[in-house]
């Protein structure tokens, strides 16, 4: 498993998400979006700090309406943590650290 966050399209979506073997964080950005930058390299760091017990993974909105539309993402940055088909938990915009790492904890250690 490498470490690190991978782009995914509508089209890997079902793969790369819904039938990973571990939850999975989708990172929701935009290039335009000046707020993710800022959430980016959170994204990445929280990456690596999980790589053991999470696949992160990140997905442009533009490109990608179908998922964008399935998974209710109204506003970008937006994540959207998944165990197979089911969505454990979102947020919608731009999150500290501390509150990620809150995000991620609360749900990965009940599995």
Known sequence: MSKGVSTITDAEFET???KAEQPVLVYFWASW???CQLMSPL???A???YSDRLKIVKMEVDPNPQT???YQVEGVPALRLFQGNTVLASSEGVIGKEKLLD?????L???
């Open 16 to 18: 790369e998400v819904l």
């Open 47 to 49: 990456a690596n700090t």
């Open 43 to 45: 994204i990445n760091s």
């Open 33 to 35: 979006c000046g707020p």
């Open 103 to 107: 995000f991620l904890e609360t749900h």
């Open 68 to 70: 964008v539309k399935e």
């Open 109 to 111: 250690n009940n599995n």
